[in-house]
């Protein structure tokens, strides 16, 4: 980090803190408002009309004592029967977009475009539809974490074989949908894929492989998305005029002091847990961050490896990948503190011991669970993106707040008035290009490992109740007035 950065960094730290009125700033005239689900996360019939096995139906059934109380998202929100009824809750709140994902098993069963199940193509026409009678604009992720288990089945992501086929079903969801989607994004969170399912294994698919399987899933994902990427362009941009993107998430790193070892290691946090996927897509110079490659090259080779854990992409690759991007889509939820420490001893290889940076969350911050409730943190990230990947449009596809479901939820309210606080801010103060706002998630849904206990919704779901019968929020009646105003509180500055 620069010292300009930093001193501008220290200013709005000591800015933030003393704000905690929300802005009475309204939002740009074109400012995009939505909510978002994904598909194993709501949709249940898990194996209904000939839906393909997915690695999360794979792990929840095979591994119940992974998920909190033995929970899996077999029935969920039910939305593959009730997506009716979430049309017209987002309807009730008026949002401009629904960003919500295709499950890849359910309309390629075999996970390859030999067989279409068409009662999948048909679930998702109709969900579409009844999105565009409302006014609503599908936002579509083609993959959200439900790897067809056939794919599992050659190794799943650390196979380079997945990114020709992950880009024959992106075609073929571009071609049965395209006509009524312009806004698209390839993958959710591969760092979250990546490092849960193949580094450490805890999460679907479980194939634990720390050190390497999350560098190998990492450079295939890349390369799908880039293939889906220049598959749009060449084949469907012309005639259906949508964007494309990939969705990536972190947090922001704070350096834990002012000292240059603290600094340098939020850098370098920020680096690994972003910059690891973002550079080779959003930097103008593409491939990996140099910070990542020199480590990891370094480590590997005391750990007597014959060459980096960290795959190489050929100079053909880094022209391939680089820019292929329409918007940059955020994922954010929280921040923490980066401290330096001494690199971890060589011995078991990891993404942490590669990475050899402290990061904690300062006890004085209030939130739930992981989720710190601290808006400055939203402020610098988008600064920080905006600086190191030359001034993007960027969309935030996700941020959000957890609780136990609670329907008057204060907190819920009050963290998207801070976080969209830290937007206006970073619209009007900072002159950054944020277009969109998609607020996670339409409804409490099946948290992946966490199971059921911690909720998101902006509406309850009766997980008891066999309609999964839905109920409002008060958060939701304060986005619905949000978005109708384009304002936080009761009368903004026209
Ligand atoms: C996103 O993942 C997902 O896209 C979405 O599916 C998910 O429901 C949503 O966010 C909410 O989690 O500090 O050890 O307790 C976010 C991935 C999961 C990353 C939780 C941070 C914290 C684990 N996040 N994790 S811990």
């Known amino acids: 980090m620069n010292v300009a950065v930093h001193i501008f960094n220290v200013l709005i730290f000591f800015l933030g803190e003393s704000l905690s009125e929300p802005s009475n700033k309204k939002f740009p005239e074109n400012f995009k408002f939505g909510v978002a689900t994904a598909a194993y996360q709501i949709e249940g019939?898990?194996?209904?009309?000939?839906?393909?096995?997915?690695?999360?139906?794979?792990?929840?059934?095979?591994?119940?004592?992974?998920?909190?109380?033995?929970?899996?998202?077999?029935?969920?929100?039910?939305?593959?029967?009730?997506?009716?009824e979430d049309v017209e809750?987002?309807?009730?709140?008026?949002?401009?977009?629904?960003?919500?994902?295709?499950?890849?098993?359910?309309?390629?069963?075999?996970?390859?475009?030999?067989?279409?199940n068409e009662a999948g193509v048909t679930y998702y026409k109709n969900l579409i539809s009844a999105l565009k009678e409302n006014g609503i604009e599908p936002f579509i992720t083609?993959?959200?974490?439900?790897l067809p288990q056939t794919l599992q089945d050659i190794g799943g992501w650390p196979n380079p074989l997945l990114a020709d086929i992950f880009a024959e079903f992106a075609r073929t969801a571009f071609s049965l949908f395209g006509d009524d989607v312009k806004n698209w994004t390839t993958i959710n969170e591969p760092k979250q894929t990546c490092i849960t399912g193949y580094g450490l294994g805890n999460s679907a698919p479980g194939a634990p492989a720390s050190g390497i399987g999350e560098y190998d899933c990492m450079h295939t994902l890349l390369r799908a998305h880039a293939k889906a990427y220049h598959i749009y362009d060449e084949e469907f941009r012309a005639t259906q005029n949508g964007r494309v993107s990939i969705v990536l998430d972190t947090a922001w790193f704070e350096p834990a002091s002012d000292s240059?070892?603290?600094?340098?290691?939020?850098?370098?946090?920020?680096?690994?847990?972003?910059?690891?996927?973002?550079?080779?897509?959003?930097?103008?110079d593409g491939n990996y961050p140099q910070v990542m490659i020199d480590r990891?090259?370094?480590?590997?080779?005391?750990?007597?490896?014959?060459?980096?854990?960290?795959?190489?992409?050929?100079?053909?690759?880094?022209?391939?990948?680089?820019?292929?991007f329409d918007f940059l889509s955020l994922n954010t939820y929280t921040t923490n503190l980066a401290k330096w420490t001494t690199d971890h001893e060589i011995g078991t290889p990891g993404y942490y011991a590669d990475l050899s940076v402290s990061t904690y969350q300062d006890p004085s911050w209030n939130g739930s669970a992981w989720i710190k409730v601290v808006p400055w943190g939203l402020r610098k990230l988008l600064?920080?993106?905006?600086?190191?990947?030359?001034?993007?449009?960027?969309?935030?596809?996700?941020?959000?707040?957890?609780?136990?479901?609670?329907?008057?939820?204060?907190?819920?309210?009050?963290?998207?008035?801070?976080y969209l606080t830290a937007v206006l801010e970073s619209i009007y103060e900072d002159g950054?290009?944020?277009?969109?706002?998609?607020?996670?998630?339409?409804?409490?849904?099946f948290e992946w490992t966490s199971g059921y206990t911690i909720k998101f919704g902006l509406y309850q779901v009766d997980f008891e109740n066999p309609n999964r019968t839905r109920t409002i929020k008060s958060s939701a009646d304060y986005y619905k007035n949000v978005i109708a105003n384009k304002c936080l509180v009761d009368t903004c500055e026209e």
């Open 45 to 84: 019939g898990w194996a209904d009309d000939g839906k393909g096995v997915s690695v999360w139906d794979q792990f929840a059934h095979t591994y119940p004592d992974r998920v909190a109380n033995g929970d899996n998202g077999d029935v969920a929100c039910d939305s593959y029967h009730r997506y009716l």
């Open 89 to 116: 809750m987002l309807a009730n709140m008026g949002v401009n977009h629904y960003r919500f994902s295709l499950s890849w098993p359910r309309i390629l069963p075999t996970g390859y475009t030999n067989q279409i």
């Open 142 to 146: 083609l993959y959200h974490g439900d």
């Open 260 to 284: 240059e070892d603290d600094i340098e290691a939020a850098e370098r946090a920020l680096q690994f847990e972003h910059g690891w996927c973002a550079h080779p897509v959003y930097h103008p």
């Open 296 to 324: 990891i090259a370094e480590r590997s080779q005391k750990e007597g490896f014959s060459k980096s854990r960290l795959p190489e992409f050929s100079a053909e690759e880094v022209d391939y990948i680089r820019g292929t």
């Open 383 to 418: 600064n920080w993106i905006d600086q190191t990947y030359d001034h993007p449009e960027i969309v935030i596809t996700e941020n959000g707040y957890a609780d136990d479901g609670r329907l008057d939820d204060p907190d819920r309210i009050n963290y998207y008035a801070e």
């Open 432 to 445: 950054l290009n944020v277009t969109a706002y998609t607020a996670w998630s339409l409804m409490d849904n």
